[in-house]
């Protein structure tokens, strides 16, 4: 029989329900000027008949479908154990790339010989305008103790070896946003990240993105990640850059929930956030007024996993 040659790169695309801009994710990638790949979407779970609406695309992308929604984290691990490539790349169903996106990084991965690349992003809205003043910072090298202080590493960006995933335990399934910033930190220990400084894809801002579906809940599994990462980071963090970070994201998450109406969980993160060094100037009026409120709190416990401090590689 005839040997099949792997493609070079393997797309992975979650989706769930989002047929209209999933199509346009897949426009931008059949718009490629690198052609050696291949495209796996993730039907986590949809109601909209996702492959009906992508049947006969050009880019010709293979359609695995979840039953049942399992989060984008499983998603994505689910593309990457179906991957034929030794290569994946990652890309959003309400984001786009540019028509370089691929080559460029195709051909730093291996001028560069690193394992994992990143870049930029233009965020734009939702009629594809540009939206200034949203981009933050990147670096290149050895990154982990930057990345603790900023989530700067985005998913469209990303482009790196299938087997330093699977090494570093794939995305942690138990959390619900966050799950990639928790494993490009994990990644971070034992890999320099490689930068593409030219923005080659598009974040789509639009009001159904999961990173702000609820902010409360968002910003806790944050400051849960931050926790658990800084206990396994194996001194690559300043303690006191660490415990600055961790006093601020606590502190946030205790705002937050405290505005959502969760006085349990808010009360908890200020906790968490004046053991990191938050002053009490500052946290005291949220600390105190959470305190009071918790007995009105109606929910027995918190409804978010709880991310423990061994529930994911490190």
Not at 101 to 121: V, W
Request: proline fraction near 6%; hydrophobic fraction near 40%; aromatic fraction near 8%.
């Amino acid at each position: 029989m005839p040997t099949v040659e792997k493609p070079a790169i393997s797309v992975i695309i979650p989706t769930r329900d989002r047929s209209e801009m999933l199509c346009d994710a897949l426009d931008s990638v059949a718009a490629q000027t690198f052609r050696d790949y291949e495209v796996i979407v993730i039907d986590d779970g949809s109601i909209e008949p996702v492959a009906n609406a992508v049947s006969g695309h050009p880019c010709k992308p293979r359609v695995i479908r979840h039953a049942v929604a399992r989060g984008p984290a499983a998603a994505r691990n689910r593309g990457v154990r179906e991957a034929a490539a030794e290569t994946v790349a990652f890309l959003d169903s309400d984001d786009l790339w540019l028509p370089d996106k691929l080559a460029r990084f195709h051909a730093e991965l291996n001028r560069s010989k690193r394992q994992i690349l990143y870049g930029p992003m233009h965020p734009i809205d939702e009629r594809g305008n540009r939206v200034p003043g949203r981009t933050k910072p990147c670096y290149d090298g050895w990154i982990t103790e930057r990345l603790f202080c900023s989530s700067f590493v985005h998913v469209p960006t990303v482009v790196c070896r299938k087997s330093i995933l699977i090494k570093n335990g794939g995305f942690d399934e138990s959390l619900p946003v966050c799950e990639d910033y928790d494993l490009w930190l994990r990644i971070s220990l034992s890999q320099p990240f490689g930068l593409v400084e030219e923005p080659l894809a598009e974040r789509r801002l639009h009001p159904s993105r999961l990173s702000k579906a609820c902010m409360s809940r968002n910003l806790n599994v944050k400051a849960r990640v931050l926790q658990r990462f800084a206990e396994h980071a194996n001194g690559q963090l300043d303690l006191d850059v660490a415990n600055r970070r961790l006093a601020r994201a606590c502190y946030v998450a205790s705002r937050a929930a405290f505005w959502d109406g969760r006085f349990r969980l808010s009360r908890e993160m200020y906790c968490a956030s004046r053991t990191y060094g938050a002053t009490w100037v500052r946290s005291l009026p949220i600390g105190w007024a959470s305190r009071a409120l918790v007995h009105f709190e109606g929910e027995a416990s918190d409804p978010e996993p709880v991310v423990a401090a061994d529930s994911a590689s490190s």
